[in-house]
């Protein structure tokens, strides 16, 4: 039991690391477009990206994949900068694209094994000593999973405060901010 908890605090910092702050970027960007009334959407993608990751670091833990970190550290921008353009792209087509709930999930997870995949070499190393494996990784997730409410919360927060107290335009909200999140995307890619 006191791995797991090792692994909770570990999987809690993971996505709260200031200096690997690329997971706060791409949640920001994924719930950007939601409201507090659509809080279980923002959760199923959050939980699915969690289940995601895990399944990448499952994968690395057990030796089945293994990775260039190269890679991965120039893949997981970009799929924040997708996410980032695809909020400007609904937002210049409307709300009706946000309905396809479905391409959120499909991305959403396919995303979530990228980002695992930046964790899983590391993740492999810390496991090496490890007879069971599977509390650890739960441990990792439950982690994972903490941080990402907590950051959620305070994206739909921020944005019903900009929305419905400071009365900012929704559209005009979600593309300076995915604006800002793509060029930050774009530096983390190029530089």
């Given amino acids: ?30 719930a950007l ?7 279980k959407k923002v959760f199923w993608l959050a939980t699915l990206f969690t289940l995601a990751h895990c399944i990448s670091l499952a994968l690395a833990a057990y030796g089945i994949v293994e990775v260039d970190p190269g890679l991965v550290e120039t893949l ?8 980032a ?44 000593g490890e007879a069971d494996k599977t509390g650890p990784l739960f441990g990792f997730a439950a982690g994972i ?4 409410l907590l950051v959620l919360l305070l994206v739909l927060s921020v944005t019903f405060g900009v929305l419905e107290l400071v009365k900012v335009n929704r559209k005009y909200y ?16 190029f530089f």
């Fill in 1 to 30: 039991m006191e791995n797991f908890w090792f692994y909770t605090k570990l999987g809690f910092f993971h996505v709260l690391d200031p200096v690997g702050y690329d997971h706060v970027l791409f949640l920001t960007a994924l």
């Fill in 33 to 39: 477009p939601f409201s507090f009334l659509q809080w």
């Fill in 76 to 83: 997981i921008p970009i799929t924040i900068l997708v996410t």
């Fill in 85 to 128: 353009l695809f909020n400007l792209y609904i937002g210049e087509k409307g709300s009706s694209l946000r309905h396809a709930f479905s391409l959120d999930l499909v991305a959403t997870g396919f995303f979530g094994l990228i980002h695992g995949l930046g964790f899983s070499n590391y993740f492999r190393m810390l496991m090496s």
């Fill in 145 to 148: 999973e903490g941080a990402q």
């Fill in 174 to 189: 979600i593309w300076a901010v995915s604006l800002l999140i793509a060029a930050i995307s774009l530096k983390l890619i």
